[in-house]
T-cell receptor, first 112, second 118 residues
Framework: SQQGEEDPQALSIQEGENATMNCSYK?????LQWYRQNSGRGLVHLIL?????REKHSGRLRVTLDTSKKSSSLLITASRAADTASYFC????????????FGTGTLLAVQP | GAVVSQHPSWVICKSGTSVKIECRSL??????MFWYRQFPKQSLMLMAT?????????EQGVEKDKFLINHASLTLSTLTVTSAHPEDSSFYIC??????????????FGPGTRLTVL
């Protein structure tokens, strides 16, 4: 299976703290994306980082990519209760179609 | 912009019946749509890639005769779960590929359809 793995599987923090989630993948990629999913809902695209980029910021989000280690991390700074959700990384391997292969996900709970 | 809808949002059916789920791109045309399945507390697993005007491409282990996909127009793809059984109960999510900056076409996700088979 090409599915990536994320750790931790679950993370519980207090409001205001930072949350870091890690993603590892298996083969060379074109880009890596992070998504958020609230319970029982669809996915919200957070950020995309290309294979030739090492770091990207968007608001309170910071994503890093290390292609030599085949890993990425998502940092959410100054977390809020509304950040409570599942977070998934997804990789695009390219080829004829841009198929997304999702990681196993991290369930983040931010306690008010 | 780039809104994708799914209908119905949830459905309950009896074992043995067929269920059709629609995925529509509301404000853009999508040559390619994708269908995913998500079991409780698990990740999304790609089932198939749907291309307008041609046959869908199924991922390994997905039965094409059980999960019928039709992409008849640039804004509509349908997934029909034939002869549904309780083990088909899941959250089905579609995405539509649209234009974005650079070479990569971003996928826009629908809100999902919760299928429960009794």
């Amino acid at each position: 299976s090409q599915q990536g793995e994320e750790d931790p599987q679950a993370l519980s923090i207090q409001e205001g703290e930072n949350a870091t989630m890690n993603c590892s993948y298996k083969t060379s990629i074109n880009n890596l994306q992070w998504y958020r999913q609230n319970s029982g809902r669809g996915l919200v695209h957070l950020i995309l980082i290309r294979s030739n980029e090492r770091e990207k910021h968007s608001g309170r989000l910071r994503v890093t990519l290390d292609t030599s280690k085949k890993s990425s991390s998502l940092l959410i700074t100054a977390s809020r209760a509304a950040d409570t959700a599942s977070y998934f990384c997804a990789t695009v391997y390219g080829g004829a179609t841009n198929k997304l292969i999702f990681g196993t996900g991290t369930l983040l709970a931010v306690q008010p | 912009g780039a809104v994708v809808s799914q209908h119905p949002s949830w459905v309950i059916c009896k074992s043995g019946t067929s269920v059709k789920i629609e995925c529509r791109s509301l404000d853009f045309q999508a040559t390619t749509m994708f269908w995913y399945r998500q079991f409780p507390k698990q990740s999304l697993m790609l089932m198939a890639t749907s291309n307008e005007g041609s046959k869908a491409t199924y991922e390994q282990g997905v039965e094409k005769d059980k999960f019928l996909i039709n992409h008849a127009s640039l804004t509509l793809s349908t997934l029909t779960v034939t002869s549904a059984h309780p083990e088909d109960s899941s959250f089905y999510i579609c995405s539509a590929e649209g234009q974005a900056s650079g070479a990569y076409n971003e996928q826009f996700f629908g809100p999902g359809t919760r299928l429960t088979v009794l």
